[in-house]
């Protein structure tokens, strides 16, 4: 059994040690320093129902005065205050989220959450610390004092004590008991500039949550609602936009389902797929790319409207854009078109964005970008007249020229598409399981939905022939034999589902991530994905982290 950490985990240095130093005289003082519990009041409500250094202030700091920088409470509205406090006593716990101020006898620190911050004020002749083992008052004399000059930024304690307000007018806790809870061994970030390298971030979350909730934002970051977003604030948006997105759907009749992510065929999109082998079976499965066949085989099976938000993996480069593990939230409807999913998209994202971000426009770099105006809408052949050189211009988008279109396309229209728009017409050559368009056979009646130059959606009318998806799988695999590793399997299964009927149908897929992206003001996956995929520190090259642009995930 190791006696002592890693020096690659935890560096021998001044700081390490005066940290270990000050565990052990804690460990001597008040028992095990790692307790299994602390129990905490439930004076502010919440939906946690326990009071956290959140709650208390939200609840509470009301009661302090409203000053002025710089500006001190008069003495009536101290008395004031604290009659309106009463005598509210609290259990609360939390980070030290600044280094302990000693001031003679007395000393002030702040607690964190990760959101806000609540000051504690702990006397020399008053604090009691309280043994983690018998949970009783420690026995030796002045213990509370002793516990806290042993604590170091970033440790966890929980106190016991009333509200009261400060001569300076801050919400406080007048402590008469503290227990400690963890220690932090090693040194917190630094609270004016946090964590500086985005690797470090992003392969150590926990480190840039920490730093961002320590963090002391600068004037201009508390006035840019969008720049100015903590970490912690990045995934608490992300989390509000999955919940509207949910909500929104349950509203309008879709039941969620959840459907196989290791599958025998890597079916639903062209990808390279993550192998891998069941043992028991004896079977090689792939991690899923896309759910789109096992969804509608439910429309098949009766589901008139079902959805799933899960996770994909495609076996493909990493970019700022692309991850090899990704969100998708898909959804499929009896009885509709592409023309009906392009408005229910629209109508979606506009009300989903608002409820998250709290906002109908979102800022994205240096541009703002109107979810809340009417989403634009053009054929790809019209994108790349308007977008492309002057002899794209008379493309007439019949089969033989569908490369061409598309490859035009990506290099000189979708970069320009800031704002919301609509991209519909995509050669039916490679769209092998949408309907062609009654009134152009070499076209799909498909659209994606473009944003900051970003595909953020991808919907058709869905194809309904087993013979013609039969077809079309044929033709995948003729193009897979001819050396296209990301061209689709044929799935006889999928195929025979449709033979016992599936009505018309509409359904569509949306990036998660990309769409976090842009209502967080972030300009790489990474930052809005917790625990992204990287390369090992041994072999990292910064060089190939996020240049390898694969094809769109949708």
């Not at 935890?10 to 005066?18: E, I």
């Not at 009885?335 to 998209?345: A, G, P």
Request: contains cysteine.
């Amino acid at each position: 059994m190791s006696t002592s950490l890693p020096e690659e985990i935890v560096p021998d240095n001044d700081q390490t040690r005066a940290r270990r130093e000050h565990l052990e005289r804690i460990r001597a003082l008040v028992g095990n320093p790692y307790p299994n519990r602390f129990v905490r009041t439930a004076l502010a409500p919440g939906a946690g129902g326990e009071d956290t250094p959140t709650s208390l202030v939200r609840e509470f700091g009301r009661h302090a005065p409203e000053l002025k920088e710089g500006e001190r409470p008069t003495p009536e509205q101290l008395e004031g205050a604290n009659a309106g406090l009463g005598e509210a006593r609290v259990r609360v716990s939390g980070r030290l989220a600044t280094p302990p101020r000693v001031m003679g006898k007395a000393a002030f620190v702040h607690l964190s959450d990760g959101r806000e911050r609540l000051q504690i004020y702990v006397r020399r002749q008053e604090a009691v610390a309280i043994s983690n083992d018998s949970l009783q008052p420690a026995e030796e004399t002045e213990s509370g004092w002793k516990l806290f000059q042993l604590l170091d930024h970033g440790d966890f304690v929980g106190v016991e004590g009333r509200l009261f307000v400060t001569k300076t007018g801050e919400l406080s806790v007048h402590v008469e008991t503290i227990q400690f809870l963890s220690k932090a061994l090693l040194p917190m970030p630094d609270k004016l500039h946090g964590i500086s390298d985005p690797e470090i971030r992003q392969r150590q979350r926990y480190a840039d949550l920490i730093a961002s909730s320590l963090k002391v934002k600068t004037d201009t970051e508390a006035e840019d609602p969008a720049g100015g977003l903590s970490t912690r604030e990045v995934f608490e948006r992300r989390s509000k936009l999955i919940t509207a997105m949910r909500r929104h759907l349950d509203e309008h009749g879709y039941v969620e389902v959840e459907t196989p992510m290791l599958s025998p065929i890597a079916s639903g999109a062209a990808a390279r797929p993550f192998t891998t082998h069941h043992n028991a079976l004896d079977i090689d499965l792939y991690l899923r790319i896309a759910p789109e066949l096992y969804l509608k085989r439910l429309l098949v099976g009766g589901f008139e409207r079902v959805y799933e938000l899960n996770r994909n993996f495609r076996n493909e480069g990493i970019s700022t854009r692309h991850n090899p593990e990704f969100t998708m939230l898909e959804f499929y409807t009896a009885y509709k078109d592409v023309n009906w999913m392009m408005d229910f998209c629209e109508e979606m994202i506009r009300q989903t964005v608002l409820t998250a971000a709290g906002v109908a426009d979102a800022t994205f770099g240096e541009t703002e970008i109107g979810f809340g105006r009417e989403f634009r809408r053009l054929t790809m052949r019209e994108a790349v007249a308007e977008y492309g050189p002057e002899d794209a211009k008379g493309m007439a988008g019949t089969e033989p020229d569908a490369g061409r279109i598309l490859e035009l396309f990506e290099q000189f229209a979708e970069p320009n598409l800031i704002q919301p728009t609509f991209i519909t017409d995509f050669p039916k050559v490679v769209s092998p399981l949408s309907k062609a368009s009654p009134d152009d056979p070499a076209v799909a009646e498909r659209f994606e939905l473009y944003v900051a130059g970003m595909e953020v959606a991808n919907g058709f009318s869905e194809l309904n022939d087993p013979l013609e998806q039969l077809e079309r799988f044929e033709e995948q695999g003729r193009q897979r034999e001819g050396g296209d590793e990301e061209a689709m399997q044929t799935d006889l299964d999928y195929v025979r589902a449709l033979s016992y009927g599936m009505p018309p149908a509409a359904g569509i897929g949306i990036g998660i991530d990309r769409l976090t992206m842009l209502i967080t003001n972030r300009r790489s996956i990474r930052d809005v994905i917790l625990f992204p995929h990287m390369r090992p520190r041994h072999t990292a090259d910064a060089s190939d982290d996020e240049s390898a642009e694969p094809p769109a995930q949708s």
